[in-house]
Each structure stands twice: as structure tokens, then as C-alpha cells.
């Protein structure tokens, strides 16, 4: 019986022109995560990572405290598969459109003129209501890849993975929130595609799920574990 653990990436620069890099609080979680590994003595035979700039950077500070503590990791196979969803680049593209046609996004953006206080929240609200509505194909955004291939693509990897694995290895993966939901689906056979995308929202930067794989057979037993960081350390994106 083999074990995967998938790990979300670490806080990265939300509002920030450039997402895709880890905050300098992103930068302690990773440490914070490798830390731990490393004192209850996590080893790993395989290491994947996504294509990702956060998701590699925290895959690099967690081998570099590795490395601190006398522990080579594997070299990282780089899957293209382990990306993150379009939905960020979909909801900049869509939303302002989106206002006259759907009341509740209206609203928000309305409330944030009222009190730009509430522009954070209110920018996640609309992005969660948007990807409600573009996971299950309610909205097509021209250009941009589609719900139905990024599921189609993480299958791919997981695929890639699984057949790579051999018996009673440990495989480490870090990737990122939406793309671990989609995997936790595959293994739960979840086909509501909505509440999918819901699941995504739960993850925590740098927790971890894992899985079994054996005789074919890719199971869940744990969920979104954040057993290494304290609540003011703790963040969703």
C-alpha cells in the first residue's frame, strides 16, 4: 500500500498585480510546513509539483529545510496536470460584464463604492458565485480553458502519478486548492461539479490531504490537515 500526499501551495499575493508568487507570509508557511515534515519524519520516494511559480516556490523552501536538516528529497517531476483552474482569469474577464445580468454581483460591486472597506470580501463573494455558475457551464468565457478540461487534465496527472507509483512508496504532490478538490472527487466519485468547485474554498494554504493507492485502488484518509500552523498563521488563498 502506497501513500499520496497532496499539498496546496503556500499564501500567495492576493490583489497583487502578479498572483502567482508566494507573500512573505506564504514564504513562512512553507518553512513552517517543511519544518514539520521534517520533525515527524516524513520521507518521500517521488516528488510532483505543478508548472506553477507558488507552487514550486513552496515546494523549494520545504526541500531547502530538507536540505538543513541533512534530508535530500527527490528531484520534483513537473506536471503540466497540477495546475491550478482558469477560474481567476475567467472572473477578471467576466465579472464586469456580468453585473446587469446577475443581481447578487451587482450588488456587491455597488456595496464595495458604498464602502471600499468591504472590497476584499466582497471580490471573493463575487468570485465564489461566479465559479458556481462556471463550473457547471452556465458561463463560457471566449479564450479561456474550460471546467470540464481542467478536470479532464487533473485526471491526466493523476493518472501520470498513479502509474508511476510503486508499492509501499511515498509520494509527495504539491499542487494547488482546486486542482487537490478535483483529485479528492476522483477518489470519492463525486460528480456534482458544484460542489467541487465548493470544496475547493475549504483547503488551507500548505495543509495536506493523502490517499492509499493499492491493487488499483486510489482511496481518501485525510482531508485538508493543518496540523503545523497556528490560527493566525492560517489562510484560504
Known amino acids: 500500500m502506497s501513500k499520496l500526499y497532496f499539498f496546496r501551495h503556500a499564501q500567495a499575493s492576493y ?10 507570509k506564504g514564504e513562512e508557511q512553507s518553512a513552517i510546513l517543511g519544518k514539520h515534515l521534517v520533525r515527524k ?10 508548472p506553477l511559480v507558488r507552487q514550486q516556490h513552496t ?14 528529497l527527490p528531484e520534483p517531476i513537473i506536471l503540466e496536470g497540477l495546475k491550478e483552474h ?18 447578487v454581483i451587482k450588488k456587491l460591486y455597488a456595496d464595495i463604492d458604498a464602502n471600499p472597506a468591504l472590497k476584499k470580501r466582497n471580490s471573493i463573494l463575487a468570485f465564489r458565485f461566479f465559479m458556481s455558475q462556471w463550473v457547471v457551464g452556465k458561463i463560457e468565457i471566449e479564450g479561456i480553458e474550460p471546467w470540464t478540461t481542467f478536470r479532464s487534465e487533473v485526471k491526466k496527472a493523476l493518472n501520470t502519478i498513479l502509474e508511476a507509483t510503486q508499492s509501499k512508496e511515498n509520494i509527495g504532490i504539491f499542487s494547488s486548492g482546486g486542482t487537490i478538490s478535483a483529485i479528492t472527487a476522483e477518489a470519492l466519485k ?37 496540523p503545523h500552523l497556528e490560527e493566525e498563521m492560517i489562510t484560504f488563498i
Open 190 to 226: 463525486v460528480t456534482d461539479e458544484e460542489r467541487v468547485g465548493e470544496m475547493n474554498f475549504a483547503i488551507r494554504n500548505t495543509a495536506f490531504s493523502s490517499f492509499f493507492y493499492s491493487d488499483k485502488k486510489f482511496n481518501l484518509l485525510s482531508f485538508n490537515e493543518l
Open 41 to 50: 519524519g516524513f520521507k518521500f520516494d517521488r516528488i510532483f509539483v505543478g
Open 15 to 24: 490583489g497583487a498585480a502578479n498572483y502567482d508568487k508566494l507573500s512573505p
Open 86 to 103: 482558469s477560474g481567476t482569469q475567467a472572473t477578471k474577464i467576466a465579472l464586469p460584464k456580468l453585473a446587469n445580468k446577475y443581481p
Open 59 to 72: 515546494f523549494r523552501i520545504v526541500k531547502d529545510v530538507f536540505q538543513q536538516n541533512g534530508i535530500t
